[in-house]
Nanobody, 124 residues
Framework: QVQLVESGGGLVQAGGSLRLSCAASGRGSTQAAVAWFRQASGKEREFVGSISWPGRKTVYARSVKGRFTVSRDNVKNTAYLEMNSLKSDDTAVYYC?????????????????WGQGTQVTVPA
C-alpha cells in the first residue's frame, strides 16, 4: 500500500510563497494522478489542483489558478504544490491524494490514497 506524507507547511505572510511536498512510499504503484485539496476550519474540503501521470496535464481551481503550480518528480515519487501570492483565504490544512486513474480530476471520490495533511497559515 502506498503512503503519502505531506511536508512544507507553516506560517507565511500575505503575498509570500510556500512549497509543499508530497512524498510517496511503500508498496504499490504511483503511476497515477495526484491532487492537492485543502480544508479550512469550519469549511468543506475543496479541490486545489491536480497533475496527471506522468505529468503532462494539470488542472486548477479557479481560486488558485495563476498563483499555484502542481508538479511532480517521478524519480523521487514526490509531488509538489508551489504557492505564490498567498492570501489569508489560503489558510487551511492541505492534503495530497493519489487517484485511482492517470488522468486529472477535481473529484475527491477519484482519490483513494490520502496523506495526513499539513497546515498552511496566512495571517490576515
Amino acid at each position: 500500500q502506498v503512503q503519502l506524507v505531506e511536508s512544507g507547511g507553516g506560517l507565511v505572510q500575505a503575498g509570500g510563497s510556500l512549497r509543499l511536498s508530497c512524498a510517496a512510499s511503500g508498496r504499490g504503484s504511483t503511476q497515477a494522478a495526484v491532487a492537492w485539496f485543502r480544508q479550512a476550519s469550519g469549511k468543506e474540503r475543496e479541490f486545489v489542483g491536480s497533475i496527471s501521470w506522468p505529468g503532462r496535464k494539470t488542472v486548477y481551481a479557479r481560486s488558485v489558478k495563476g498563483r499555484f503550480t502542481v508538479s511532480r518528480d517521478n524519480v523521487k515519487n514526490t509531488a509538489y504544490l508551489e504557492m505564490n501570492s498567498l492570501k489569508s483565504d489560503d489558510t487551511a490544512v492541505y492534503y495530497c491524494a493519489q487517484s485511482r486513474y492517470q488522468t486529472v480530476s477535481d473529484s475527491s471520490s477519484d482519490y483513494i490514497i490520502w496523506g495526513q495533511g499539513t497546515q498552511v497559515t496566512v495571517p490576515a
